[in-house]
């Protein structure tokens, strides 16, 4: 599904866990939740040890506007050992379904790593369509020149199985690349 540039998203804002930094983590996320929400967006702030009480769908919790907190960081560290001595898992009530439900989760107190996500995708995309224009074009050149005789079995094998490696040569590109 292709998105409009001025369209919003639902995303997901994952803060807290299992450490010392819980405070800093939860206060820094409440603050990106509310900048996201500002611009638009449908935003849900999830602690990721906590979770989250929802009466409703996953896909429903978006359209709520649920309230983000507002944390205050603490002069001391946290008491992280109950968090540790759970049995359920590393995520509290309904993390993972929020995550499947949204657009984008977000697990990172830096606001620049927005617009970095948005240049990996576009290189992967632009990468992903030289890969399938390559292999169409050879694949269509080949098939020709054996319709009229000039095609070995071999360039019908290279057509097919060369074409796959270059096509992930060129794929590996992308994991240089600075962002």
């Given at each position: 599904?292709?998105?409009?540039?001025?369209?919003?998203?639902?995303?997901?804002?994952?803060?807290?866990?299992?450490?010392?930094?819980?405070?800093?983590?939860?206060?820094?996320?409440?603050?990106?939740?509310?900048?996201l929400?500002?611009?638009?967006?449908?935003?849900?702030y999830?602690?990721?040890?906590?979770?989250?009480?929802?009466?409703?769908?996953?896909?429903?919790?978006?359209?709520?506007?649920?309230?983000?907190?507002?944390?205050v960081?603490?002069?001391?560290?946290?008491?992280?050992?109950?968090?540790?001595?759970?049995?359920?898992?590393?995520?509290?009530?309904?993390?993972i379904?929020?995550?499947?439900?949204?657009?984008?989760?977000?697990?990172?107190?830096?606001?620049?790593?927005?617009?970095?996500?948005?240049?990996?995708?576009?290189?992967v995309?632009?990468?992903?369509?030289?890969?399938?224009?390559?292999?169409?074009?050879?694949?269509?050149?080949?098939m020709?020149?054996?319709?009229f005789?000039?095609?070995?079995?071999w360039?019908?094998?290279?057509?097919?199985?060369?074409?796959?490696?270059?096509?992930?040569?060129?794929?590996?590109?992308?994991?240089?690349?600075?962002f």
């Open positions: 599904m292709k998105r409009k540039a001025t369209e919003f998203m639902k995303i997901a804002v994952i803060c807290g866990g299992r450490s010392n930094e819980r405070d800093v983590s939860l206060s820094t996320g409440a603050k990106v939740a509310t900048e929400r500002k611009v638009g967006h449908s935003v849900v999830i602690d990721a040890c906590e979770g989250l009480e929802l009466d409703c769908t996953p896909e429903e919790a978006f359209e709520k506007s649920l309230p983000i907190p507002v944390h960081v603490a002069e001391t560290a946290p008491d992280v050992r109950p968090f540790f001595e759970r049995k359920e898992g590393f995520f509290g009530k309904n993390v379904a929020i995550c499947k439900a949204a657009d984008v989760v977000f697990m990172n107190s830096e606001m620049s790593a927005i617009p970095k996500a948005i240049a990996i995708a576009r290189a995309n632009n990468v992903a369509w030289q890969n399938v224009v390559f292999a169409l074009v050879v694949k269509v050149i080949i020709a020149a054996g319709l005789g000039y095609a070995s079995m360039a019908a094998v290279f057509a097919d199985t060369g074409v796959s490696v270059l096509c992930v040569l060129n794929a590996c590109r992308v994991l240089y690349k600075r």
